[in-house]
């Protein structure tokens, strides 16, 4: 099973070895996936990539989440973010339920082709399903383990209970 | 086994039902998890979390890399990065060959615990094994699958056979 789909137009063959965990940058080590110009995704072994979303503008980190190839297609094609919920099982488009769409203003991929960077325009209040603008609004104190959590955002800027719709 | 860590002072237990994959955010429930003071990371059936690191000046992301608990408890204590490697399956301080330290202005998780977002001053050239500052060196154009990746960061920052020493 071949992990890494074959999206770009120039992608060249890829061998089973490049398939194996590689996370580490220093040790990974391929030409064609790092300076060429064919998006090779790296799927794991869910088929799943890490997608990191900032928000176009301010540059804060919304949120973290993961495509499968049929999300990261609708992305690239629609130009709004799709994800795969990895509880669900299924493709999501972010927004469908809350009307919280992502536009996305400038996709990138990295070097080794197993991580997404989407700078987006985020519609609505917020990324975050609690309410929040962001899902990282709490600070973990440096210096010492088993500090307690600060919050960054502590009111919330929407009401989720409204917005996603207890069925 | 029990995936969540308990490193927070005040954590309480943690069910079994909570270490299901459950990366929607908008079915992971847990009031302790999203809305505690604990820090109870979430970690994947390999020990690891997603740890997004941006530039805490420009807010340029960086790179993405995976911490167990160890490199968790380590970059807490140190203030600088230390990450899991899941190539060499060994812990890896930022900068150890390199020089490329990165030092923690601040470290945030996310609602359900399983990402962190660290905003670094780096030290040295740039974060990426390549040579260029950051690993999100290309983007890929929106409106059509297959188009070829643009280099946003074309021109290396430093040399990379020269920083990691061939051995």
Redesign the interface.
Known sequence: MDARLK????AEGVDRASL?????????HNHDI??????TPRFDANGLV?A?V?DAA????L????MNAEAL?KT??S?EAW?F????GKL?KKGE?SGHVQR?V???????QD???LRVEQQGAGA???G?RS??????????????????EEGKAFDPEAV?RKK
Chains 1, 2 share one sequence.
């Open positions: 999206l770009g137009h120039d194996e965990p590689r996370a580490n940058p220093v040790s990974s790092e300076e060429g110009t064919a998006l890490t990191v900032t301010s540059g804060e980190l949120m973290v989440a993961h297609a690239i094609e130009g994800y919920s990895r509880s669900r999501w339920t996305v400038e996709l990138r991929v990295d070097c080794d991580a997404l960077w975050c399903h609690t929040r899902c990282f609004y709490r600070a973990v104190p440096l210096g010492k383990n088993g500090a307690a959590l600060q919050f960054r996603y």
